[in-house]
């Protein structure tokens, strides 16, 4: 188990100087254009604020927050994540909550991890980092305010319920028509959104088997103890990209996680990787350019 960060170390190694762009951040994970003006963001981040309020407070119920005192393995592991990513240390929450419901909720400015015991408890710290690192990857690129939005408007992670307790059922008139259509309009968006979410995870944790091991560790739930690589060759084994339903990524909450598994692959050969401190895996590296046509390539619904 690492040793406990404290604050005042963390301090000492946090840098004011960050890039208002992760140089990891892949182009298609730019938050959407209406979060761009200041007015609109503003009115809604008022709203998220009011949401995520009434979330925390309710899953609160049923959870702790982690601190020096209180599981601060876990504790040490979101002071590594947001250290490695140049980032403030949010509030986390650790509840007996389903696996699913785990990320990170609130705005760019305003936010709070929600981990599940599911998860943690089982996890290595490799794992467990990797999990925090991807969550803070949309603090640091900023996309946090976007996702919970998003959350909102799909019915993800039991933001809607939260709402409509506050709000009343007239609030599932307005929303529950959006939803496909926020989906399908989004779909482009949030798949790269997860994407840059997987490379900071990656970035975090600075290890290949350790991260997909993680990924699977959240599809499957568990401790399974499945190795990534006979994974993705069982399913190349079965899988046909002809089949019809690859388009049920349009509407997926997350992009399929061999995609994920296989994109987290390509950053981890890339010139980007290594200029953001990871360990590259050996051979020739991908550069930039290459990394994202290729990651589009493999993140398109054809």
């Known amino acids: 188990m690492p040793a ?41 981040e008022d709203v998220l604020d009011t949401v995520v309020a009434l979330q925390r407070a309710d899953w609160l119920e049923d959870g702790v927050f982690v601190g020096p005192n209180v599981m601060p393995e876990v504790y040490s592991h979101v002071l590594h994540a947001a250290r490695t990513l140049s980032v403030a240390v949010p509030p986390a929450l650790v509840a007996g909550a389903s696996l699913s419901s785990q990320g990170i909720y609130g705005t760019d400015a305003r936010n709070y991890l929600y981990l599940s015991t599911f998860f943690v408890g089982p996890a290595s710290d490799g794992e467990t980092r990797f999990l925090i690192g991807r969550f803070l990857g949309l603090s640091a690129a900023e996309l946090v305010s976007a996702n919970t939005l998003y959350a909102l408007l799909v019915d993800h992670a039991g933001l809607r319920q939260v709402a409509r307790r506050a709000l009343g059922p007239l609030l599932e008139v307005v929303l529950a028509p959006l939803s496909i259509g926020v989906r399908l309009a989004t779909s482009r968006w949030h798949r790269f959104a997860e994407v840059a979410a997987d490379r900071a995870g990656l970035l975090c944790c600075d290890d290949l088997h350790v991260a997909g091991k993680a990924m699977l560790r959240a599809s499957l739930g568990g401790d399974r103890n499945v190795d990534p690589e006979a994974w993705l060759a069982q399913l190349d084994a079965v899988r046909s990209e002809d089949s019809p339903a690859r388009f049920a990524q349009l509407l997926a909450d997350k992009p399929w996680t061999h995609k994920r598994l296989r994109a987290l692959g390509l950053f981890a050969r890339s010139e980007p990787f290594a200029a953001a401190g990871g360990t590259p895996l050996e051979g020739p590296l991908l550069s930039s350019e290459e990394l994202e046509v290729q990651v589009r390539e493999l993140m398109g619904v054809r």
């Open 4 to 44: 406990y960060i404290s604050l005042a170390d963390f301090a000492r190694g946090f840098t004011e100087s960050r890039p208002d762009r992760p140089p990891w951040l892949p182009p298609g994970a730019a938050a959407p254009l209406a979060l761009d003006t200041p007015g609109a963001r503003g009115r809604l």
